[in-house]
């Protein structure tokens, strides 16, 4: 996998399912988005997600976008988008997005 991890960009909390084609599988799966920054997304729970994972993620506002799996930890994943989000896409996803006020 030649993908550079950018985990260094402002994360924003939200709370959104989001429909995600598995590329490596050839399914469709119903995902919880638990934050969001411009580079990427963390998923909790993340049954079955493995390093290297290639998906489709299906974000509000932005519609299809391809995404890497970098690491998995317990329930959680973390996924690298194919290239950064422009900064109206990431307004426009964070709007329609539910924003997570509350501990899980």
Do not use: K
């Not at 993908?3 to 919880?32: K, S």
């Not at 493995?50 to 799996?69: F, K, T, V, W």
């Amino acid at each position: 996998m030649s993908v550079t991890e950018q985990r260094t960009a402002m994360r924003h909390r939200v709370d959104c399912m989001i429909r995600v084609e598995h590329l490596n599988r050839g399914c469709e799966i119903d995902l919880r988005l638990r934050n969001l920054s411009a580079n990427g997304v963390l998923i909790d729970p993340a049954p079955d997600l493995l390093r290297g994972d290639r998906l489709i993620l299906r974000l509000p506002a932005l519609g299809r976008i391809e995404a890497y799996c970098l690491w998995t930890v317990d329930t959680r994943a973390g996924c690298q988008f194919e290239r950064v989000l422009r900064p109206a896409e990431f307004d426009a996803i964070l709007a329609q997005a539910r924003p997570l006020t509350t501990q899980p």
